[in-house]
Nanobody, 124 residues
Framework: QVQLVESGGGLVQAGGSLRLSCAAS????????MGWFRQAPGKEREFVAA????????NYADSVKGRFTISRDSVKNTGYLQMNSLKPEDTAVYYC?????????????????WGQGTQVTVSS
């Protein structure tokens, strides 16, 4: 069983930066894929970014490409989402998720473990 805890959300002005963290407990992420998703009020939860824990290969939604960077620290068993040049439309609850198969990617149903979410609010 994997438990995921996100942190690092908050209120920031447009153009600012935040770094989200996703700490895993229960087992290591080894062989997993980790993803970040977000959900704005009244909208579907959408894919943001994903990373293969073993290879480090990454995948981004077009809306965040070039602004967000996903990374992982295998020693700390923690994943990160560095968010730069934030826009008001990035406002959402951000969730990290883990896929035991390691495939990860954009398919939400692959992710069997989810954190509780952290709020990110970007003011204009």
């Amino acid at each position: 069983q994997v438990q995921l805890v996100e942190s690092g959300g908050g209120l920031v002005q447009a153009g600012g930066s935040l770094r989200l963290s996703c700490a895993a407990s229960g087992r290591t992420f080894s062989g997993y894929a980790m993803g970040w998703f977000r959900q704005a009020p009244g909208k579907e939860r959408e894919f943001v970014a994903a990373i293969s824990w073993s290879t480090g290969s990454t995948n981004y939604a077009d809306s965040v490409k070039g602004r967000f960077t996903i990374s992982r620290d295998s020693v700390k068993n923690t994943g990160y989402l560095q968010m730069n040049s934030l826009k008001p439309e990035d406002t959402a609850v951000y969730y990290c998720a883990a896929d035991p198969s390691g495939r990860g990617g954009r398919v939400r149903s692959r992710y069997g473990y989810w954190g509780q979410g952290t709020q990110v609010t970007v003011s204009s």
